[in-house]
Structures are given as structure tokens and as C-alpha cells.
């Protein structure tokens, strides 16, 4: 409970400081669709790296430990107010129980979705989407080794896709000529079988707008 309440602190202060350059002068320097609307699509395009952390929820908590990740995105303006998002990200997990052989598991994940930037709350952005989650295990022995009915993870020693949605918050907290810079927040969930798998993931980011 303790650390749920400082991440989300942590969140609410940078929400502040986004919400800081509200002023005239900084919103005339954020990147934004403010072309008509016959041609804002894909009249800009930027590109961003982020790092941070994920944090399970629920069942999923009690499985594996926090995990850092490491991602790359695309922003383009899509319509009035709205952007495409599309984002690649990689994370490493560790289990919390001892899975002979496996010492952690593979996580790739591609997001398509969209930002919606409503005025009242300029410059934060809040959007949605669909996942799709890669994992693997990190081993390369003989399956047959294992217990598909009762050793944890066993299933994951062979590729595992599952899909779902994701809502999340865009918090830019510094913004200089073509830069922006600041953090990303996301609920993720996966539509796995028989409970679902939820996800918060916060991270920061270095955007830089392409044209």
C-alpha cells in the first residue's frame, strides 16, 4: 500500500508540473494538431524512446517481481485532437516461486491506439488501445522435462501470445523547439484465462518530432 501511494504521488506531482505549462506561450511550443482538418493526418510524426517500470497487479503480483523496461514509440496525428500511438516495448520478469529450470521470462509488447488531447486539462493527454504480449521463458533445455499440469511457467517454455487493452496518461512536463520530454502512465490488461492479468506501468520519455 505503501508504495501504491507514493507512485501515485509521484504521478499526481508530475501532473502538476505538466499541467505548469499550460500557460499561452508554452502551449504555442507543444507539438499539436493544429492544422485544418483536410490535412492533419500524418502532418506530424514524432518519435520517442521511454524507460521505466511495471508494476503487477492482483494474482499477477504474486507471481512475478517488478520488472524494468525499455520501449520505442510513434506519435502522427491522426484527426481533430486525436493522435496515433503505436508502441514497442521489452521487460524481463522474475518469478517469485522456484520454477526449476526457469530463471525468468521474456516479455515483448506492440500497442496500437489513440491520444485524445482535450483542452481542459492541455497539455495532458489521455488515450487507449489494444495490446499484444510475446513471452517466452528464459530456458533452452528439453521440454519434456517439465510438468505442463503443475510446474509454474511450464507453458511459457514455448511462445505464449495474449491480447487485451491498455488506458494511459501522457504527462509532458518539458518542451524546447522539437523536444519534449516527461511520463507516461498505463493500466494494462491482458484477457487471460481464468482471471485476467493487470498491469501499472509508469515510465519517463524523450520525444523528438520528425516533421
Known amino acids: 500500500m505503501d508504495k501504491l501511494f507514493r507512485i501515485v504521488s509521484f504521478i499526481c506531482i508530475m501532473a502538476v508540473a505538466a499541467l505548469a505549462q499550460a500557460s499561452p506561450e508554452l502551449a504555442k511550443a507543444l507539438p499539436d494538431s493544429t492544422v485544418s482538418l483536410e490535412d492533419v493526418s500524418f502532418s506530424h510524426i514524432y518519435v520517442f524512446i521511454e524507460g521505466g517500470k511495471k508494476h503487477p497487479v492482483g494474482d499477477l503480483a504474486d507471481a512475478v517481481d517488478n520488472s524494468f523496461y525499455m520501449g520505442l514509440g510513434f506519435r502522427y496525428t491522426y484527426w481533430e485532437n486525436f493522435d496515433g500511438i503505436i508502441l514497442f516495448q521489452y521487460s524481463y520478469f522474475e518469478p517469485h516461486f522456484d520454477v526449476p529450470r526457469i530463471n525468468g521470462v521474456h516479455e515483448v509488447s506492440g500497442k496500437l491506439g489513440l491520444d ?29 522435462a517439465f510438468d505442463f499440469n503443475n510446474d509454474y511457467g511450464a507453458t511459457l517454455t514455448d511462445n505464449e501470445t495474449e491480447f487485451g487493452w491498455f488506458a494511459r496518461l501522457n ?11 516527461g511520463m507516461n502512465v498505463s493500466w494494462e490488461q491482458l484477457w487471460t484465462l481464468p482471471e485476467r492479468s493487470n498491469m501499472l506501468v509508469v515510465g519517463l520519455y524523450v520525444e523528438r518530432r520528425i516533421w
Open 116 to 144: 485524445y488531447r482535450w483542452n481542459m486539462i492541455a497539455p495532458i493527454v489521455f488515450g487507449a488501445g489494444f495490446l499484444c504480449n510475446w513471452t517466452r521463458a528464459d530456458y533452452d533445455g528439453d521440454k519434456k
Open 171 to 181: 504527462l509532458p512536463v518539458f518542451t524546447y523547439g522539437n523536444y519534449r520530454a
